[in-house]
């Protein structure tokens, strides 16, 4: 695509040359006035006009039809999922009232949390369609509320141990923008450190901290952590876009973000909270 647009451009330029060099032409043989001027910038314009309109068709108008037939489907999907979505949580919540069977419970309790999970993707596919259509709005939020809920889904998958030191804090944000950017710090940090090892979330002056003692990076992995798709480690499962997006949605908010780390010895990824901290905060 970005091949056609330069190509789309020079071709733009090459004929507004052209229609210049007439311009120059018509005016030499027939006299520079004010007529004259009149008519031949007359002709150069509709002629520039007519030819932008048809690049403009060929290539930006298809794409923004094929961006909101997507949109349009995609918001058809996510509805449509919604209603099984309630219905599994309904009924496993109306069985596990019924059912007195231990093992019977045990799997009704992965079959909740297997639709909770799908109940997060559902809220956070249609939060990203809501994005693109429009400015999310921006709501009051307890961090550390925030932090210790999202931590408690993390600690339902018996990894790393995660110790808390949480102070009250709150903010002005995006809710689900900013629980996005913690679970994939949060995410990080377990992936690349040792199941043993303890993960460190430290929430006090106006900082958010998510400190490990995993495999760490060196001076040139940090400089390459924010690129999409980068990967420290190739080993490990993911796409490389988690920083990639933590970094958007913190520039997006003002948020500055610092990484500290060594190799061999952990890293430490600090949030500095303070433009979109209350007032009275």
Request: proline share 2%.
């Amino acid at each position: 695509m970005k091949k056609q647009i330069w190509l789309a451009t020079l071709g733009y330029l090459v004929s507004v040359w052209i229609l210049l060099s007439f311009l120059y032409w018509f005016l030499k043989n027939e006299g520079f006035d004010e007529v004259n001027f009149i008519i031949g910038s007359v002709f150069v314009l509709l002629l520039s006009i007519g030819w932008g309109y048809i690049i403009a068709s060929h290539l930006i108008l298809p794409r923004k039809q094929t961006r909101e037939h997507l949109l349009h489907l995609t918001k058809d999907i996510i509805h449509e999922l919604n209603l099984p979505l309630a219905t599994i949580q309904a009924n496993t919540d109306m069985l596990s009232r019924r059912m007195k069977d231990e093992r019977a419970q045990k799997r009704l309790k992965r079959i909740e949390h297997a639709a909770l999970r799908l109940k997060r993707l559902y809220d956070e596919l249609s939060y990203t369609i809501r994005k693109e259509v429009h400015q999310i709005e921006r709501e009051v939020v307890d961090l550390a509320v925030l932090v210790e809920d999202r931590i408690e889904v993390f600690r339902e998958q018996q990894r790393n141990p995660i110790v808390t030191e949480l102070e009250p804090c709150q903010v002005l944000t995006d809710r689900i923008g900013f629980e996005q950017v913690f679970d994939n710090l949060l995410n990080n940090a377990m992936k690349y450190s040792p199941k043993e090892k303890p993960v460190k979330i430290v929430l006090r002056e106006h900082t958010l901290k998510v400190i490990d003692e995993g495999v760490g990076m060196d001076e040139a992995q940090i400089i390459r952590v924010y690129e999409r798709y980068y990967q420290g480690n190739r080993q490990k499962e993911g796409e490389g876009i988690g920083l990639a997006l933590v970094k958007t949605f913190c520039d997006e908010e003002g948020i500055a973000i610092q990484i500290e780390s060594e190799k061999g010895k952990g890293t430490e990824v600090i949030l500095f909270l303070e433009k979109i901290l209350l007032h009275d905060t």
